[in-house]
C-alpha cells in the first residue's frame, strides 16, 4: 500500500460525458501527479500540482482539467469523453517536486471505460 | 534533455540473474537514476535510485559507471512474481518535464 487512494476504481460512461476521478496523496506529500495508460501502453504525464498551484504540463487534452485543493487532495475532469479516452489513470505523490530525490508513489488507479 | 533508451523486452527463466541497461547520454551534474516496477493493473512502484557506483538494496542492485550515461538495474535469482515493466527514469536536477516521461519501459518475462 503506497498511501495514495484514488476513487473511483472503476468507472463506465458513455461518449461525450464528463467524469471526475479523485485522488488523496500520502500524508505530508505536496505534489501530486496525473497520468494516463492506454491499454498495453507506457504511462503518459498528463499534469502535476505543487501545493494547490500547477507545476508542470504534460499531453493533457483540453477537454481535461485538473485542481488541487487546499487540503491536496485532487481531482482530474475529464469531458466530451471519447471512447480513446478508455485508460487506467494513476495519481501519484511525492514530497516535493524538484528535490534531487524525490520518488513517486503511485495510487491503484482508476480504470475509466467509455462505451 | 536527459532522455533514456532500455529495450522493449527481456525473457529470462527464474533463478537467473537479470540486467536491464538504461542510456541516458544527456543526464545532467544533479539528475538521479530511478527505477520503477509496475505489474498489470497495477500503478508503478519505487524500486531503487542511485548517483553513480553502486546501490543495493533487499530488491535490487543498481550499477552506474562513472561517466553516468548508462544505468543497469540487477535483479538476482529472478522469480515469475518479477514478471513485470520496469522503468528508468532520470531528474530532476535542472527540473523539466522529461523527468516525468515514463517511457514504454522494459518487459521482463520470467518463465518456470
Known amino acids: 500500500d503506497s498511501g495514495v487512494t484514488q476513487t473511483p476504481k472503476h468507472l463506465i460512461t458513455a461518449t461525450g460525458q464528463r467524469v471526475t476521478l479523485r485522488c488523496s496523496p500520502r500524508?505530508?506529500?505536496?505534489?501530486v501527479y496525473w497520468y494516463q495508460q492506454s491499454l498495453d501502453q507506457g504511462l503518459q504525464f498528463l499534469i502535476q500540482?505543487?501545493?494547490?498551484?500547477?507545476?508542470a504540463k504534460g499531453n493533457i487534452l483540453e477537454r481535461f482539467s485538473a485542481q488541487q485543493f487546499p487540503d491536496l487532495h485532487s481531482e482530474l475532469n475529464l469531458s466530451s469523453l471519447e471512447l480513446g479516452d478508455s485508460a487506467l489513470y494513476f495519481c501519484?505523490?511525492?514530497?516535493?517536486?524538484?528535490?534531487?530525490?524525490?520518488?513517486?508513489?503511485f495510487g491503484p488507479g482508476t480504470r475509466l471505460t467509455v462505451l | 534533455l536527459a532522455k533514456t533508451t532500455q529495450p522493449i523486452s527481456m525473457d529470462s527463466y527464474e533463478g537467473q540473474e537479470v540486467n536491464i541497461t538504461c542510456s541516458h547520454n544527456?543526464?545532467?551534474?544533479?539528475?538521479?537514476i530511478t527505477w520503477y516496477q509496475q505489474f498489470p493493473s497495477q500503478g508503478p512502484r519505487f524500486i531503487i535510485q542511485?548517483?553513480?557506483t553502486k546501490v543495493t538494496n533487499e530488491v535490487a542492485s543498481l550499477f552506474i559507471p562513472a561517466d553516468r550515461k548508462s544505468s543497469t538495474l540487477s535483479l538476482p535469482r529472478v522469480s515469475l512474481s518479477d514478471t513485470a515493466v520496469y522503468y528508468c527514469?532520470?531528474?530532476?536536477?535542472?527540473?523539466?518535464?522529461?523527468?516525468?516521461?515514463f517511457g514504454t519501459g522494459t518487459r521482463l518475462q520470467v518463465f518456470p
Open positions: 500540482y505543487y501545493n494547490g498551484e500547477e507545476r
Open positions: 500524508s505530508g506529500d505536496l505534489s
Open positions: 527514469l532520470v531528474g530532476p536536477g535542472s527540473y523539466n518535464t522529461d523527468k516525468l516521461i
Open positions: 501519484a505523490s511525492s514530497v516535493d517536486w524538484v528535490t534531487s530525490t524525490d520518488t513517486q508513489y
Open positions: 542511485g548517483y553513480k
Open positions: 544527456n543526464i545532467a551534474t544533479n539528475d538521479y
